[in-house]
């Protein structure tokens, strides 16, 4: 999927998808605010995810999503929140549509292993 999205368009469905997490009123207040090193990280770790460089390794080591995410309360309605600005992002940058619904699919596999609350 790297290869068909590439870099460029990668890290602009990043910062789209943090524009819209930063001004989510359920989201943001749990994030730490640096939107671009937040940023920053994802590009990483999207582009390893995604099956380009492991650059996100490289740097920060083994990936341990869910435990990265424990210190930070995540419900099920975030997770959905969390979704919900993905899709406007991958509207807004007018991502392929065959490539749209698998790599939607691909992150909801994921998305509900970081629910840690109630
Ligand atoms: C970091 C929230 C799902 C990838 C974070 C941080 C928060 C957060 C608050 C800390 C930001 C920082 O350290 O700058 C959430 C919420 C999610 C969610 C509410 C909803 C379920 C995901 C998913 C992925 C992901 C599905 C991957 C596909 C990352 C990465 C980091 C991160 C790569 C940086 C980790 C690091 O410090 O190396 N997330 N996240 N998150 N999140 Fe999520």
């Known amino acids: 999927m790297y290869d068909y999205i590439g870099k460029e368009k990668l890290e602009e469905l990043v910062d789209t998808f943090y524009s819209y997490v930063s001004k989510h009123e359920r989201l943001s207040p749990i994030f730490p605010g640096d939107w671009e090193e937040t940023a920053r990280k994802q590009k990483l770790f999207l582009t390893q995810f995604l099956g380009g460089p492991q650059y996100y390794s490289m740097e920060r080591g083994h990936p341990r999503m869910r435990a990265r995410h424990l210190p930070f309360p ?45």
Not at 101 to 109: K, M, S, Y
């Open 74 to 118: 995540i419900t099920i309605e975030l997770a959905h929140d969390w979704l919900d600005c993905m899709g406007k992002a991958m509207d807004d940058v007018d991502l392929d549509e065959e490539i749209k619904e698998p790599l939607l699919q691909h992150l909801r596999n994921v998305t509900y292993h970081m629910v840690n609350q109630e």
